[in-house]
């Protein structure tokens, strides 16, 4: 089944203590990416990738980073997460990342930082 | 830049009922537009899509129709179910085809 798997779906976090997503899909997808999602502003991308080590900042990229060692793999990390990082995460993958490709979705996960 | 605008929700509807959520967009060039749509606790899917003027996108008994003359991309369904109710969003690629920007989503929820 294509999937696009998130770690973890729930986590409370306090400020500045580090915390990685994972993001894992199975399709051999080249494209993978990073939304948040907040009431009353949808979503918004973080970072992006187009393939294994190509990554670049979406439209809300600070206090985020990512990586792309492996083509299944995305991480999101919040090197010292704030509160104004609480929010829905969710990630993505496409074949190619062009928009007319369809794009998976992970289930999301709840960020909260107190 | 490029930007989506969709109707503030809450929408309530009673079941058979008839649905309009309007979606007009700004952006240079030729967008292709999609709506997506996000069921309670799951991430969001595909619903439709539409490439070129005038094209008309399809799925489950939901329509849009690209209009680049309005610049709009209404989404309607002629009898909404309970099981349509979910949070929809509009969305259109960037003149790369790479990026999507999301309107801020309608909330629907359909009563029986």
């Known amino acids: 089944e294509a999937q696009v798997t998130q770690n973890p779906r729930y986590l409370i976090t306090v400020t500045g203590k580090k915390l990685t997503v994972t993001c894992s899909q199975n399709?051999?997808?080249?494209?993978m990416s990073w939304y948040r999602q907040d009431p009353g502003l949808g979503l918004r991308q973080i970072y992006y990738s187009m393939n294994v080590e190509v990554t670049d900042k979406g439209d809300v990229p600070e206090g985020y980073k990512v990586s792309r060692k492996e083509k299944r793999n995305f991480p999101l990390i919040l090197e010292s997460p704030s509160p104004n990082q609480t929010s829905l995460y969710f990630c993505?993958?496409?074949?190619?990342?062009?928009?007319?490709?369809?794009?998976?979705f992970g289930e999301g996960s709840w960020l909260t930082v107190v | 830049g490029n930007s989506v605008t969709q109707m503030e929700g809450p929408v309530t509807l009673s079941e058979e009922a008839f649905l309009t959520i309007n979606c007009t967009y700004t952006?240079?060039?030729?967008?292709?537009l999609f709506w997506y749509v996000q069921y309670p606790g799951e991430g969001l899917q595909l619903l439709l899509k539409a490439t070129k003027a005038d094209d008309k996108g399809s799925n489950k008994g939901f329509e849009a129709t690209y209009r680049k003359e309005t610049t709009s991309f209404h989404l309607e369904k002629g009898s909404v179910q309970v099981s349509d109710s979910a949070v929809y969003f509009c969305a259109l690629s960037d003149n790369s085809g790479y990026a999507l920007n999301f309107g801020k989503g309608t909330s629907l929820l359909v009563t029986p």
């Open positions: 993505a993958s496409s074949p190619t990342g062009l928009a007319e490709n369809t794009i998976y």
């Open positions: 952006a240079t060039g030729y967008p292709s």
């Open positions: 399709m051999n997808h080249e494209y």
